[in-house]
């Protein structure tokens, strides 16, 4: 039987169709392969399941030549070498739309026990110093009626948008082009970069990791922002440079920050960890049970449809199509 390698063991029943025809190797337990358990794991295989914390590389798929697809179960792929991939007919697969509304709930989740300290004050009582209200107790912001800022309107960004109209709040939001069509949907308004710094309350980043995007965020910016602002990550980590991240909260340039994404995950800059006005999630954005299952149910359908000799729907590579016998 071929062999299909599943980096991660996932919940659900995903993998039974395909154990009827293939070999399905997965790494089982709650840690992911090392580099070296990875690649000796991967040997033979004609499809991986990848996460977005394997690193699918030259070195990688070289030793694999009977590669058909890279499924990769989760909606960015900046793990992989699309090119290199394309290169060697190999296809590339996604998870878009499935984690949307998961991880603008997680964006929301991350804005409000920033804004609100949720976090401080759960520590509070758990340590006994809940001892009578007081009215200058944890005073945090309120979040009704602020102005949001989106910074890559996408899908996440357009859900994380749609949910303010429930809290009567202003959107904002920055992309590299206009979204016309999450304009009409959320009401949002298009602004420049130095506007969305500046008239935010919120900021929100769900766009992914480009040239364009990386390093956005630094202290040049968080100069520019409200000394009341939070800012919250849910894109990817290296959009934010941490350590002046880390100099702006503690010098209070701004108010607060939520991350669920790192510059090197899964390490943190160490002076982000001793600070109080910051949430720190381990990269949970999509990490709901019913969401986590229709994640792996994708990427297991688009290994059946690519190594069935049919496209596969979320390919992000298809100009693979010409070179696919
Ligand atoms: C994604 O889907 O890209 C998430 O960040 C990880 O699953």
């Known amino acids: 039987m071929k062999k299909i390698y599943v980096s991660a063991q996932y919940p659900g029943e995903a993998f039974e169709r395909l154990r009827k025809e293939y070999r399905v190797q997965e790494f089982l337990g709650e840690r992911l392969p090392t580099r070296a358990e990875l690649l000796e794991g991967t040997a033979g295989s004609i499809a991986v399941i990848s996460t977005v914390s394997d690193k699918i590389d030259k070195e990688f798929m070289d030793l694999l030549p009977d590669l058909k697809i890279v499924s990769n179960c989760g909606v960015g792929y900046e793990n992989v070498d699309v090119a290199y991939a394309t290169g060697r007919g190999v296809m590339v697969t996604n998870t878009p739309d499935v984690l949307t509304e998961t991880t603008a709930d997680l964006a929301w989740a991350l804005m409000m026990s920033a804004a609100r300290r949720v976090i401080e004050a759960d520590a509070y009582v758990r340590r006994g110093d809940f001892k009578c209200w007081h009215p200058s107790l944890l005073l945090g912001q309120n979040i009704y009626g602020k102005t949001l800022g989106i910074f890559g309107m996408g899908r996440i960004g357009t859900a994380a948008a749609r949910r303010a109209a429930g809290f009567g709040m202003r ?153 696919v016998g």
């Open 171 to 323: 959107v904002i939001y920055n992309n590299r082009r206009r979204n016309v069509r999450a304009e009409k949907e959320t009401g949002a308004v298009y602004a420049d970069f130095p506007e969305l710094l500046k008239e935010s309350d919120f900021i929100i980043v769900s766009s992914p990791l480009n040239d364009e995007t990386r390093g956005r965020f630094g202290l040049r910016e968080f100069r520019q922002m409200k000394p009341s602002s939070i800012i919250v990550n849910v894109g990817r980590g290296p959009i934010i440079k941490e350590r002046e991240l880390a100099e702006a909260l503690s010098a209070r340039i701004i108010c607060g920050a939520g991350l669920d994404v790192y510059e090197s995950e899964p390490d943190v800059y160490p002076e982000l960890l001793k600070l109080k006005n910051t949430v720190l999630l381990p990269h949970i954005g999509s990490a709901s049970a019913e969401t986590r299952i229709r994640m792996i149910e994708m990427a297991v359908e688009s290994v059946e449809l690519a190594l069935g000799g049919e496209t596969p729907k979320h390919l992000v590579n298809p100009e693979v199509l010409g070179q």
